[in-house]
């Protein structure tokens, strides 16, 4: 298993608490957004922990919006495109043909409005589509803050990540639109929304402006239905606690260092 | 049937060049924090009857900048094998057994200009990550 971490700490200098969850989840690659630590003391502080190991991976377009870290040789992981709040890069895990992993950190509610949104993530969802071609890569993780509920415009149109809320409809890996086809993500996030989801409702909490979800699930995990095998129901968490404090209780009890949670995402080896 | 092999010798116990490089890899990404990366390469002769063993440092936080150290070459048995310094005066060592290997190695680790690089790197991957 290959384990993958996600988390918004909002500018916080919070490499501490992102040490201890990468040692209690055996993190093996780790993407921050808005972090504001420099990435070498946030390399200092995750091989001061359990795990040690870590290094950066190379950022030649410095000012990326998102700093990875990894366990895995720097060997097998290269940055394929970074830009527009998309970080994308190609691993090999387990000798197996590379998939790309994105992470995201799309434009916030506050400066966008749907129409906005919708245009960034149709932008988004191309290029990526794009680097697969281009790579020959079928299978892709994206996974980060995309600043939307699954249920935005930008997440369910076709022509935007097209994240669907049913493996079955997953599976058919392309959806049609007058004529075009588009693949689509599969987008577990769905199942993970509200109080009767295993973890937490959301991701986010927000109880402001007059329409109000309370919860919202900005922090997502999406895939393409060929990683469906590899990822499984309980493959996809929201961390709701870590080093014995709670994060998110009921109502205002948010305890979580960032103002976001974390999210785990785990890929098997092909069976 | 009886097997009429003799006795494999432990396997475990043949500390291999490759082997030896991999913990010094190891070490220099502990010892830089992990903003240097130890890495070894490995790749054989056009004709199969050798086999080489490159360390490298990598500075992922400068692009992945790298530095090349030094390259062991051997046939299929681990030794007598040859050590060529990579970054220090092109020098080639052939060494009998492990522990001239690990001599050499030590020597080739501690060599002022290369720890100098090394600190270097440090410091310029720190500011650049700022």
Known sequence: ?271 | MTSLWGKLPEVAKINTPGKILAEQAAALGEMSSGIIVGEITKSGSSRGDVIYTELRATVPLLNNYRIRILRVSHGILSYPCDIQLLFTDPVTYSVVDEGQLVTVVHQALNDERLLLTLSNAIAQATAASE
Not at chain 1, 162 to 169: H, L
Not at chain 1, 181 to 206: I, K
Not at chain 1, 255 to 266: A, F, G, M, N, Q
Request: net charge neutral.
């Open chain 1, 1 to 271: 298993v290959a384990t993958f971490l996600f988390w918004n700490i909002a500018k916080r200098p919070l490499d501490q608490e992102v040490t201890t969850l990468c040692d209690e989840l055996a993190v093996d690659v780790l993407a921050v957004a808005e972090c504001a630590i420099s990435a070498a003391k946030m390399l200092t502080t995750l091989n001061s922990g359990v795990l040690k190991g870590f290094s950066a991976i190379a950022d030649p377009a410095s000012g990326s919006k998102i700093k990875w870290f990894t366990r895995l040789p720097i060997a097998n992981i290269e940055r394929v495109v970074d830009g527009g709040g998309l970080s994308l890069v190609e691993v090999k895990l387990f000798d197996c043909s590379p998939i790309l992993v994105g992470a995201v950190h799309l434009p916030s509610k506050l400066n966008e409005g749907p129409l906005e949104q919708a245009e960034t993530a149709r932008v988004t969802a191309a290029l990526i589509r794009e680097m697969e071609i281009a790579r020959s890569v079928e299978d892709t993780l994206i996974f980060g803050d995309f600043n939307m509920n699954p249920f935005d415009e930008g997440m369910a149109a076709v022509n935007g990540f097209n994240a669907v809320m049913d493996r079955r409809i997953a599976k058919r890996d392309k959806i049609s639109y007058k004529g075009n086809q588009y693949r689509c993500f599969y987008n577990p996030m769905w199942s993970l929304l509200g109080d009767e989801s295993a973890g937490p409702p959301g991701t986010f909490w927000f109880p402001r402006r007059l329409v109000r979800y309370h919860w919202n699930c900005y922090d997502q995990a999406i895939f393409r239905s060929t990683l469906m095998s590899r990822i499984g129901r309980s493959d996809v968490v929201v961390i709701s606690e870590s080093n014995g404090l709670v994060f998110a209780g009921s109502g205002k009890k948010w305890r979580c260092p960032s103002d976001h949670l974390p999210i785990l995402v785990k890929i098997r080896e092909v069976a």
